[in-house]
């Protein structure tokens, strides 16, 4: 990104009289991400105009833009702290047209239309809960550090508790997500394992029973099949140890296969009724869902991770564990979004709820918010004496 700063005392006069009524809305370092993104876009627009249509311009212009606004205000909200979708568009539709007469003040005239429209928005509140997961899930996808301000590090290193974890199976939340969300890996006798590998089998061969039993095999042959037809190592592999990773769809399809080979007998994972497994930390299903949402952007065979889940009308069915999406939120269709420290704009589209494939993702922030130790508020100062 280019930097760019007026020169001469004259100049530093003249924006100290364009800032004064707006700048007490934005602090300095707002305030220079405006003028290195009006210099951006000048930049970008002179090196492409005329190699690119005026569409093409504005796309590039809205990508400027999205870094710029989510450090500022929210997008696509309402209220304090936020321009509306509309807002968003005139500023980039204001923005090109500056940009695409070329003169030497773009950059200057650039800056004032969108200094003039963020410094009307007051400044964004805190995030959320939910937004402060799932920018630390995007960071993790990156391998780029994690930040949770006021929390212990060593609190989030702690596996997570056998309560917890008590608890929410006594809630009935959905088995498939709590084995993926609670357990780092599991720990089975091979013996055990193949046992459990050859009666599901027979039972899949054979004419369903019930039909739990059809639908359970079912969604085993669909990892099979996703399995093959990504090309992924059938080797046996270790046996004793198998390890609990979204990173690629080979590894946790392995892990889902195991589990509901289990389910399909009875066999309860979080039990530990017939094997053992190993706990996530905190910090280490925070890599988790960094590692989902890898597996839908980043990988070199991008996937959705799906579960298994029963639903009172429809049986067992397959639906998406966390659906997370790059880039700028058509407007209405942004449940949760965060722009990341290299101003990329993330954000969690809204469940369709009632509908056979409704995702799990804000159920997946929910649990996740539920197992994060968040710093106490401070108790309220004990009255003077009269």
């Given at each position: 990104?280019?930097?760019?700063?007026?020169?001469?005392?004259?100049?530093?006069?003249?924006?100290s009289?364009?800032?004064?009524?707006?700048?007490?809305?934005?602090?300095r370092e707002?305030?220079?991400?405006?003028?290195?993104?009006?210099?951006?876009?000048?930049?970008?627009?002179?090196?492409?105009?005329?190699?690119?249509?005026?569409?093409?311009?504005?796309?590039?212009?809205?990508?400027?833009?999205?870094?710029?606004?989510?450090?500022?205000?929210?997008?696509?909200?309402?209220?304090?702290?936020?321009?509306?979708?509309?807002?968003?568009?005139?500023?980039?539709?204001?923005a090109?047209?500056?940009?695409?007469?070329?003169d030497?003040?773009c950059?200057?005239?650039v800056?004032?239309?969108?200094f003039?429209?963020?410094?009307?928005?007051?400044?964004?509140?805190?995030?959320?809960?939910?937004?402060?997961?799932?920018?630390?899930?995007?960071?993790?996808?990156?391998?780029?550090?994690?930040?949770?301000p006021?929390i212990d590090?060593?609190?989030?290193?702690?596996?997570?508790?056998?309560?917890?974890i008590?608890?929410?199976?006594?809630?009935?939340?959905?088995?498939?997500?709590m084995?993926?969300?609670?357990?780092?890996s599991?720990?089975v006798?091979?013996?055990?394992?193949?046992?459990?590998?050859?009666?599901?089998?027979?039972?899949?061969?054979?004419?369903?029973?019930?039909?739990?039993?059809?639908?359970?095999?079912?969604a085993?042959?669909q990892?099979?099949?996703?399995?093959?037809?990504a090309?992924?190592?059938e080797?046996?592999?270790?046996?004793?140890?198998?390890?609990?990773s979204?990173r690629?769809?080979?590894?946790?399809?392995?892990?889902?296969?195991?589990?509901?080979?289990?389910?399909l007998?009875r066999?309860r994972?979080?039990?530990?009724?017939?094997?053992?497994?190993?706990?996530?930390?905190?910090?280490?299903?925070?890599?988790?869902?960094?590692?989902l949402?890898?597996?839908?952007?980043?990988?070199?065979?991008?996937?959705?991770?799906?579960?298994?889940?029963?639903?009172?009308?429809?049986?067992?069915?397959?639906?998406?564990?966390?659906?997370v999406?790059?880039?700028?939120?058509?407007?209405?269709?942004?449940?949760?979004?965060v722009?990341?420290?290299?101003?990329?704009?993330?954000?969690?589209p809204?469940?369709?709820?009632?509908?056979?494939?409704?995702?799990?993702?804000?159920?997946?922030?929910?649990?996740?918010?539920?197992?994060?130790?968040?710093?106490?508020?401070?108790?309220p100062a004990?009255?003077?004496r009269?």
């Amino acid at each position: 990104m280019t930097h760019w700063k007026p020169g001469g005392l004259m100049a530093v006069l003249a924006w100290s009289t364009i800032l004064s009524p707006a700048s007490a809305q934005l602090n300095r370092e707002q305030i220079q991400i405006i003028r290195d993104t009006a210099a951006s876009i000048c930049d970008t627009v002179k090196e492409a105009k005329g190699q690119k249509s005026d569409l093409e311009l504005r796309g590039d212009v809205n990508a400027n833009l999205a870094g710029l606004i989510g450090k500022v205000v929210n997008i696509g909200g309402s209220g304090k702290g936020s321009l509306t979708r509309e807002e968003f568009e005139g500023l980039s539709r204001d923005a090109t047209a500056t940009a695409l007469e070329g003169d030497r003040g773009c950059r200057e005239r650039v800056f004032n239309k969108m200094f003039d429209k963020l410094g009307e928005a007051p400044k964004p509140p805190n995030p959320s809960k939910s937004e402060l997961i799932l920018l630390n899930a995007v960071r993790a996808s990156k391998r780029a550090p994690m930040s949770f301000p006021g929390i212990d590090d060593s609190l989030l290193k702690k596996p997570i508790s056998p309560g917890h974890i008590d608890f929410f199976v006594a809630q009935g939340w959905p088995e498939e997500l709590m084995e993926l969300l609670f357990i780092a890996s599991v720990k089975v006798k091979p013996e055990v394992h193949d046992r459990i590998e050859r009666t599901a089998t027979a039972k899949c061969t054979a004419p369903p029973d019930e039909p739990r039993t059809e639908q359970i095999c079912a969604a085993i042959d669909q990892l099979k099949t996703e399995r093959q037809l990504a090309g992924c190592d059938e080797q046996r592999g270790d046996r004793a140890f198998i390890f609990n990773s979204a990173r690629n769809i080979c590894s946790m399809a392995k892990f889902q296969t195991f589990l509901r080979t289990s389910r399909l007998l009875r066999i309860r994972a979080l039990k530990r009724e017939i094997f053992e497994y190993v706990p996530h930390t905190t910090l280490g299903l925070l890599y988790y869902l960094g590692e989902l949402v890898a597996a839908q952007n980043y990988s070199e065979r991008p996937y959705l991770p799906r579960i298994l889940v029963g639903t009172s009308t429809a049986g067992n069915i397959v639906v998406p564990l966390f659906v997370v999406r790059k880039g700028v939120p058509p407007a209405g269709k942004a449940a949760v979004q965060v722009v990341d420290d290299q101003d990329e704009p993330f954000y969690v589209p809204p469940p369709e709820f009632g509908t056979p494939d409704e995702a799990r993702s804000m159920q997946v922030l929910d649990f996740t918010s539920q197992i994060i130790p968040w710093p106490q508020p401070l108790a309220p100062a004990p009255a003077p004496r009269p």
